[in-house]
RNA sequence: GGCGGGGUAGCUCAGUUGGUUAGAGCACAGGAUUCAUAACCCUGAGGUCACGAGUUCAACUCUCGUCCCCGCUACCA
């Protein structure tokens, strides 16, 4: 069961591996709706620590390190700053974004593991595992490379293989192996880890996951779907440099399973917060009435749910995860996102390219979140929501009501006179709003309560469309000052409820009811806390509206092409970037290079041959007349581009008729991976004809 | 291969313990309106609930089988 009245909430979004920048599928799975939970817990006045980081250590940091050419900690520096400063900009509002390379975690992780060590809660194995003679270290899977069993792929890596997909283990991997730190030939050695013996926690653990029925569906089939098969003991340590040092003798060349060491970052990092903060991080993770959330991807559950609780189970002093409302994955205009084929919305890019428009962003990802099965980001779906929900129904509904009251009522809010039916349906019908949204929230129903908010600005445009104060205003301004009250009274409401999910939105609605901070009448603020939400008297009539501003503006179609446009090359040029480099051709002598009289010239003319789409015909001014040359070079160059460029050419080449006009020669080129020509021409001007040797 | 999640309107998604005419938004059609960013408001059309069997008075919902998508995870030592 879940806990029924916490002192305090603990929340996590889950460590990101800091080894690329972060995309709209983190987002939309993980990191908005923890930050949207927290915000709503803030609103309600609890006791909120909301806690994330990047996740520093482990292979893939090594192979980013070893592929960019830098150390694996100048890995992590960039990406760690780059991350932090994108969750920052975007509005995830965590009270500490850390690091698990911080000392505080080494530390927090080496006492964890020696508390575990000590009190006789590991087991040591002995297995052979691939080593690296000449580099003398042990192989993580991923630096094996070898013929792939399933399809035949000579590089295929020890856990997978990128060619067919398949998943794999290192001995699964057929001759001839090789390391990828040297090239040489592994060899199996015995090597010593610690287990942790998660058979014998079977029952505890069935225990505690069975008193959650409460969580998703797809949390636990994923944790029965774990217990059904019987839980293995899990190592927790790894021959590998890059981590934490396992704290004991002879350990040399051995750091802590990364994902032994992850959730433990959850609560260094707490630590962190706390003496930041004054606080007492132990209340945090040790009392039995906070409430602790993970947020956290599909591909994570059962490290939450299982190996991570039987860690704390083990070491017996911490509370265990209330609930952990894992999503499904998001997908992006019909294909899965992906890193490694750069297919994906980079949300550093996102925030550049589409600046101030963050609230877009949460909004779309909110309202199309992976909560129960995968889900689907079109760029056009985000113009359509931005443009018919964003901008159509809630900034609407806002500007209506301003602009009417600036219009009639001078712009101060005018007084409510008595109610007729309708104002208090009305009226009624606000005042659940904001449980409505609130409840949804609390059970991470957050599409769910996005479509509250809607509604309740959707019930503010009936309500004016019923009312039509703007006739009204011709015979009866006591009622037009009614219903104008009522609908300011519904804007202010709105600038609560949508905090969670559009906190630079709500901002801006309070500047422009010009309660940024407080009014006269309220100077600390609080009538805009959530606990008044839903109240009918948020704004007393009198109170001079701020400047109107809309809240939101139309996207153009040439914007959304732009992206989409976007996306399609970037995945171009990483398919064309796999392209290897061709092989060296054979051999030749000198005087086979000799032959080829290769020269400068620069371009006099040139024009498109009619009725060929890739042929130019060029003059060449070669020094001692002008030649023609034909070049298959229309797709890349303008022909009014080329005119006065000096190349370089093949003078010697035998003349050859290509649509019935000869060519003298041949423009060389340099061809980019993506299959982009480049011109080859002298670094400075020189005179033509000047040869090239 | 095993396990888990999913397959519902043209699109993106809801559907609580089996119970009447299966919902929302967008898109589409018609109407109304002009305060508002051609926005808003009303109405309508649109579905063999992946497919095939079964249980039941009654199945989107339960059972079995098949196909497809996503995730986790083995074995062929």
Redesign the pocket.
């Known amino acids: 069961m879940s806990l029924e009245n916490p002192q305090r909430y603990t929340v996590t979004a889950a460590l990101i591996y800091a080894n690329g920048p972060i995309h709209i599928g983190h987002i939309a799975g993980c990191y908005l709706p923890a930050d949207i939970y927290v915000r709503y817990l803030r609103a309600t006045g609890k006791d909120v620590a909301f806690i994330s980081g990047t996740d520093e250590h482990g292979v893939p940091i090594t192979i980013r390190a070893q592929k960019e050419g830098i150390t694996p900690q100048e890995v992590v520096d960039k990406y760690y700053v780059q991350i932090k400063r994108s969750f920052e900009e975007f509005g995830i509002s965590f009270d500490l974004y850390s690091r698990t390379s911080k000392p505080i975690h080494h530390e927090t992780s080496r006492e964890f593991f020696l508390n575990l060590y000590n009190s006789g809660n590991f087991t040591e194995e002995i ?2 595992q691939y080593y690296d003679e000449s580099a003398k270290q042990f192989l993580a899977d991923r630096y094996i490379v070898g013929v792939c ?2 399809c035949g792929n000579p590089n295929a890596y020890g856990d997978q293989c990128e060619n067919c ?8 991997l057929k001759e001839p192996l090789r390391s990828m730190l040297s090239g040489s030939k592994p060899v ?1 050695k015995a090597t010593k880890n610690w287990y942790l013996p998660l058979d014998r926690m079977q029952p505890r653990i069935e225990e505690y996951v069975n008193s959650h029925p409460e969580w998703k ?10 217990l ?2 019987g839980l ?1 003991p899990r190592a927790m340590t790894r021959d590998l440099d890059w981590g934490i040092k396992v704290p004991l003798p002879d350990t040399e060349g051995k750091v802590l399973y990364v994902w032994f060491d992850a959730p433990i970052g959850y609560i260094s990092m707490t630590k962190e917060w706390a003496e930041q903060q004054g606080r007492d991080w132990e209340l945090y993770w040790r009392d039995k009435d906070t409430k602790l959330v993970h947020f956290i991807g ?5 490290f939450h749910c299982i190996i991570f609780p039987a860690m704390l189970m083990h070491e017996g002093s911490y509370i265990l995860a209330d609930n952990v409302p894992a999503n ?4 992006l205009e ?1 294909d ?1 996102i992906s890193t490694s084929r750069n297919w994906a919305v980079w949300l550093h890019e996102y925030l550049d390219e589409l600046p101030g428009k963050q609230d877009v962003l949460r909004y779309v990802l909110a ?12 760029w ?2 985000f113009q ?2 931005n ?15 301003v ?2 009251t600036q ?1 009639f009522c001078e712009g101060k809010v005018p007084t409510r006179g008595e109610l007729t039916g309708t104002d208090q349906a009305v009226l009624d019908e606000l005042a659940q709003f904001p449980d409505r949204i609130g409840q949804a929230i609390e059970q991470y ?1 957050f ?2 309560a996005l ?1 509250y908010l ?2 309740l ?6 309500y ?3 009312t ?4 009204v ?1 011709k015979t009866d301004l006591p009622r037009v000052q009614t219903i104008l009250n009522i609908a300011l009274q519904i804007s202010a409401n709105l600038s609560i409820v949508c905090e969670p999910f559009l906190p630079f939105t709500a901002e801006k609605l309070r500047k422009l009811l010009n309660t940024a901070n407080s009014t006269p009448e309220d100077p600390t603020g609080t009538a805009f806390h959530w606990i008044n939400a839903g109240k009918s008297d948020l704004l007393p009539h009198g109170h001079g509206l701020g400047e109107a ?6 996207l153009e179609d040439d914007v959304i092409n732009q992206q989409i446009n976007k996306l399609h090359e970037a995945k171009r040029m990483n398919e064309l970037a796999v392209k290897t480099v061709p092989e060296a051709k054979p051999a030749i002598q000198y005087d086979d290079f000799a032959k080829m009289d290769i020269r400068i010239g620069t371009i006099l003319e040139a024009e498109r041959v009619p009725k060929s789409d890739k042929l130019l015909k060029l003059k060449v001014d070669d020094g001692t007349s002008t030649r023609q040359i034909l070049s298959g070079i229309a797709k890349h160059f303008e022909p009014e581009k080329l005119i006065g460029v000096q190349v370089t050419f093949l003078a010697n080449l035998a003349p050859r008729k290509m649509m019935g006009l000869e060519s003298q020669g041949m423009i060389l080129m340099a061809e980019d991976r993506d299959g982009s020509l480049s011109l080859i021409g002298p670094d400075k001007a020189v005179w033509n004809g000047g040869a090239v040797s």
């Open positions: 297995t052979e069993p399933v997909g398949s998943t794999l283990s290192p001995t699964e199996l569906t797809n949390v636990m089939g994923q944790c029965q779907s774990w059904k098969e293995r599909k591909d994570n559950i059962v499904e994955f998001m997908n019909g899965k309202a199309n979140g992976p909560e129960t099965k995968d889900s689907e980001f079109t056009k779906d359509t929501r443009n018919s929900e964003l901008v159509g129904i809630f900034g609407n509904f806002v500007n209506r009501a602009v009417l219009k129903r599409r769910e479509t809607m509604d600005a959707r019930l503010g445009n009936k004016l469309a019923e039509e104060p703007w006739k205003a501003v809309l809240l939101f503006e139309k």
